[in-house]
């Protein structure tokens, strides 16, 4: 299960710039932010479990409610680490991806072996392995995935809470910003926007390496945007 805290704990950063704005339009903002945020960074993590069967080859990717998948980001079987399998018009490992795409995410105790492959349906439900399983073995497979909240979720897993705070307030205030009718001040909108384009390079840069980042490495704190 994804720990989560409400968007509430968000709301005061939003009020600061834009006072009379309701909440379902705070939810809004912050849902919109919040998947994106976890797309990019695909820090979210939910690994699936599943008994391997004697001549099953066909897994499904069990996703948490309200939530939707980024990327399968490993797949390991029995301690062996199984690799994307790449071929021509194969299946993408995530929903509205390249097709052919390879993980990024290193061995994470299992062995690396190359002729073990896995592939993934379109749609992102299901897993296909190669070569078929000769024998059972209870919780053999682990499939690790990167999951990102649906956008009209009304809280935020809070170990995006706890990192991109910053990035989180910055995203939602500058859209925001294109909403005439709250009126937000040129100041206001030129600082958010500026803080969005920043956090957007970093998340695409942790995206990247796959490295994780602690909170002391983050951008400044939530409060800054209260005074």
């Given at each position: ?21 309701a909440t379902p339009w705070l939810d809004y903002y912050l849902g919109q932010a919040v998947a994106d945020l976890a797309l990019k960074t695909r820090v979210v993590r939910h690994v699936v479990t599943h008994d391997l069967q004697a001549g099953v080859d066909t897994y499904p990717i069990d996703i948490p409610k309200g939530y939707i998948l980024a990327y399968v980001e490993r797949v390991c079987v029995a301690g062996t680490e199984y690799t994307l ?143």
């Amino acid at each position: 299960m994804v720990e989560t805290v409400p968007f509430g704990l968000l709301y005061p950063a939003l009020l600061a710039v834009a006072p009379n704005t309701a909440t379902p339009w705070l939810d809004y903002y912050l849902g919109q932010a919040v998947a994106d945020l976890a797309l990019k960074t695909r820090v979210v993590r939910h690994v699936v479990t599943h008994d391997l069967q004697a001549g099953v080859d066909t897994y499904p990717i069990d996703i948490p409610k309200g939530y939707i998948l980024a990327y399968v980001e490993r797949v390991c079987v029995a301690g062996t680490e199984y690799t994307l399998h790449r071929r021509t018009n194969c299946a993408p490992v995530a929903p509205g991806r390249g097709a052919c795409e390879t993980t990024l995410l290193s061995s994470a105790g299992c062995a690396i072996a190359r002729n073990n492959t896995y592939s993934a349906t379109a749609d992102g439900l299901e897993i296909f392995l190669s070569p078929t399983p000769a024998q059972d073995h209870d919780f053999a497979l682990e499939i690790e995935v990167s999951i990102a909240p649906e956008r009209n979720a009304c809280a935020m897993p809070k170990i995006l809470y706890d990192r991109y705070s910053t990035a989180i307030i910055s995203s939602a205030i500058s859209s925001m910003a294109m909403n005439e009718s709250l009126k937000l001040a040129p100041r206001t909108i030129a600082i958010a926007t500026r803080r969005a384009e920043v956090a957007e390079r970093r998340a695409k840069l942790e995206a990247d390496s796959q490295m994780s980042v602690g909170t002391d490495t983050m951008e400044p704190p939530v409060s800054s945007f209260l005074t």
